[in-house]
C-alpha cells in the first residue's frame, strides 16, 4: 500500500483527541491539512477532503463539484499519486504556515458541513454526524488560529445554520422551507455561540466571505418569524459577497433576496442571467428557485413545469417530497 493510500485508510473512527500542550490537534485535523497540502491541486484538495472525511463516492464528490464524475476519479487518483510522489507527511503544518493553508482547510471543512447539511443521495437530507464533524473541526481551527476572523466565520455560520437542522424536515421525511420552519426549536445554544464567534470575527475589521454568509444567517435567525425577516439588509451583503465570490450559485441566491425586495419579476430577471450561461444546467435549486419565484408571482402553471424539472434533478428523496 503506498503513502496515498494510507492517507485514505484514516477512515477509522476514533474518540477525538483534545489539542494538546504544544498545540497539536487530532488525528482528523492532521488529515484534512494533509488533504489540503500546497503541492496537491486545490480542485483536488476539497476532492481529497470529501473522500477520506466524508466517505463519498466518486459519483457523490462529482455531484457537489457538478462536474462529470470521470473529472472527479483523475482528479482523486492524481491527489493520491501526488501524496506518494512528494511524501507529503500526515502532520499539521508548523505555526507559521498554518495561514497559507487556512483557505483550502477552511473551505473542505465547509463542504464536508454542506454534505452534512444537504446530503448529495441517500434517504435522509441530513447527516448530522458529517455536520457535527465539522463543526468541531472548526472549533479547533479557532483554537489553533484565534486571531484569524475567517476561521471564525465559518464556525459561525456553520452554527447558525445547524440550529436550525431539527426543523429542516417534516414528520414524514419532506424537506420544510426556512419560513416554514418552527423558530421556537431552534437551538438557542448554537445560535448563541454562533452569534459570539461572528461578533468576534467582525471586530477584526478583516472581512471575508465565511463572515458575510455568516452574517445573512445571522439576519434569518435575529427575525422573529419570516416575515420579519431584514430582506434589504440580506440583498446588500449578498451584493458584497457577489463582489468577493463572483459565481452562479452565489448570484442564484442573491436572486431570492433581490425577489423578497423589489419583487418576484426581478428576481426572475437574476435568474434568467443566471441560467443563460449554463453552469448551472443540471442543478436541481435552480429550477426550483424558478418556481418558487413563479409561484409567488402567481404564475401557478409555469411554477409546476419548473417544480417538475427540480424533483426530476434532485437526487435526495427529501428534496423530492
Given at each position: 500500500?503506498?503513502?496515498?493510500?494510507l492517507?485514505?485508510?484514516?477512515?477509522?473512527?476514533e474518540?477525538?483527541?483534545?489539542?494538546?500542550?504544544?498545540?497539536?490537534?487530532?488525528?482528523?485535523?492532521?488529515?484534512?491539512?494533509?488533504?489540503?497540502?500546497?503541492?496537491?491541486?486545490?480542485?483536488?484538495?476539497?476532492?481529497?477532503?470529501?473522500?477520506?472525511?466524508?466517505?463519498?463516492?466518486?459519483?457523490?464528490?462529482?455531484r457537489?463539484?457538478?462536474?462529470?464524475?470521470?473529472?472527479?476519479?483523475?482528479?482523486?487518483?492524481?491527489?493520491?499519486?501526488?501524496i506518494?510522489?512528494?511524501r507529503?507527511?500526515?502532520?499539521?503544518?508548523?505555526?507559521?504556515?498554518?495561514?497559507?493553508?487556512?483557505?483550502?482547510?477552511?473551505?473542505?471543512?465547509y463542504?464536508?458541513?454542506?454534505?452534512?447539511?444537504?446530503?448529495?443521495?441517500?434517504?435522509?437530507?441530513?447527516?448530522?454526524?458529517?455536520?457535527?464533524?465539522?463543526?468541531?473541526?472548526?472549533?479547533?481551527?479557532?483554537?489553533?488560529?484565534?486571531?484569524?476572523?475567517?476561521?471564525?466565520?465559518?464556525?459561525?455560520?456553520?452554527?447558525?445554520?445547524?440550529?436550525?437542522?431539527?426543523?429542516?424536515?417534516?414528520?414524514?421525511?419532506?424537506?420544510?422551507?426556512?419560513?416554514?420552519?418552527?423558530?421556537?426549536?431552534?437551538?438557542r445554544?448554537?445560535?448563541?455561540?454562533?452569534?459570539?464567534?461572528?461578533?468576534?470575527?467582525?471586530?477584526?475589521h478583516?472581512?471575508?466571505?465565511?463572515?458575510?454568509?455568516?452574517?445573512?444567517?445571522?439576519?434569518?435567525?435575529?427575525?422573529?418569524?419570516?416575515?420579519?425577516?431584514?430582506?434589504?439588509?440580506?440583498?446588500?451583503?449578498?451584493?458584497?459577497?457577489?463582489?468577493?465570490?463572483?459565481?452562479?450559485?452565489?448570484?442564484?441566491?442573491?436572486?431570492?433576496?433581490?425577489?423578497?425586495?423589489?419583487?418576484?419579476?426581478?428576481?426572475?430577471?437574476?435568474?434568467?442571467?443566471?441560467?443563460?450561461?449554463?453552469?448551472?444546467?443540471?442543478?436541481?435549486?435552480?429550477?426550483?428557485?424558478?418556481?418558487?419565484?413563479?409561484?409567488?408571482?402567481?404564475?401557478?402553471?409555469?411554477?409546476?413545469?419548473?417544480?417538475?424539472?427540480?424533483?426530476?434533478?434532485?437526487?435526495?428523496?427529501?428534496?423530492?417530497?
Open positions: 500500500m503506498d503513502d496515498g493510500d492517507i485514505l485508510e484514516q477512515l477509522a473512527v474518540d477525538p483527541e483534545p489539542i494538546d500542550a504544544g498545540g497539536l490537534p487530532d488525528d482528523r485535523l492532521r488529515l484534512i491539512f494533509t488533504c489540503c497540502h500546497p503541492a496537491i491541486a486545490e480542485p483536488a484538495q476539497t476532492a481529497l477532503a470529501l473522500r477520506t472525511l466524508c466517505g463519498l463516492s466518486t459519483r457523490e464528490i462529482a457537489a463539484f457538478l462536474e462529470p464524475e470521470a473529472t472527479t476519479a483523475q482528479r482523486l487518483v492524481r491527489a493520491k499519486k501526488k506518494s510522489e512528494a507529503i507527511p500526515y502532520v499539521v503544518p508548523s505555526h507559521e504556515e498554518l495561514p497559507d493553508r487556512l483557505a483550502a482547510v477552511l473551505a473542505a471543512i463542504l464536508v458541513f454542506n454534505e452534512g447539511y444537504s446530503a448529495t443521495e441517500g434517504a435522509s437530507l441530513v447527516r448530522p454526524d458529517l455536520s457535527s464533524e465539522a463543526i468541531r473541526l472548526a472549533r479547533l481551527l479557532v483554537q489553533l488560529l484565534p486571531d484569524q476572523p475567517e476561521a471564525l466565520g465559518l464556525l459561525a455560520l456553520m452554527l447558525l445554520h445547524d440550529a436550525r437542522r431539527d426543523t429542516r424536515v417534516a414528520a414524514d421525511g419532506a424537506l420544510v422551507p426556512l419560513e416554514e420552519q418552527d423558530r421556537s426549536r431552534w437551538e445554544t448554537k445560535i448563541t455561540e454562533g452569534l459570539d464567534a461572528l461578533d468576534r470575527a467582525i471586530a477584526m478583516r472581512r471575508g466571505p465565511y463572515q458575510v454568509q455568516a452574517a445573512i444567517a445571522a439576519l434569518h435567525v435575529k427575525a422573529g418569524n419570516a416575515a420579519s425577516t431584514d430582506w434589504v439588509q440580506i440583498a446588500v451583503l449578498y451584493g458584497a459577497l457577489y463582489a468577493m465570490m463572483p459565481t452562479a450559485i452565489v448570484e442564484l441566491n442573491a436572486a431570492t433576496a433581490v425577489a423578497m425586495v423589489d419583487g418576484p419579476e426581478k428576481g426572475l430577471e437574476w435568474i434568467d442571467r443566471v441560467e443563460a450561461r449554463g453552469e448551472l444546467g443540471d442543478y436541481h435549486l435552480l429550477p426550483a428557485a424558478r418556481a418558487d419565484l413563479l409561484r409567488r408571482a402567481g404564475r401557478g402553471g409555469a411554477a409546476a413545469t419548473h417544480y417538475r424539472r427540480a424533483i426530476d434533478l434532485a437526487r435526495n428523496p427529501a428534496e423530492r417530497l
